[in-house]
């Protein structure tokens, strides 16, 4: 429901809102990205899909 009203309100206030709201959306989702990541400089690919000393690195 919230969705349908959304989409009706960006849909009514034109395209540059609507290309903004996507825009914000994406900052958005970097920023939770870029903050939730795991540490990965200096490790190998293995080391990191196995998930050996993750917990530690992040605590750290």
């Not at 009514?12 to 959306?25: C, E, K, T, Y």
């Not at 196995?50 to 750290?60: L, P, T, Y």
């Amino acid at each position: 429901m919230l969705q349908s009203v959304v989409l009706v309100a960006v849909a009514a206030a034109g395209p540059h809102v609507s290309m903004l709201v996507l825009a914000a959306g994406y900052v958005f989702a970097a920023l939770i990205i870029f903050y939730l990541a795991i540490p990965t400089t200096g490790r190998s690919l293995t080391a990191i899909s196995a998930g050996h000393d993750a917990v530690e690195r992040v605590r750290a």
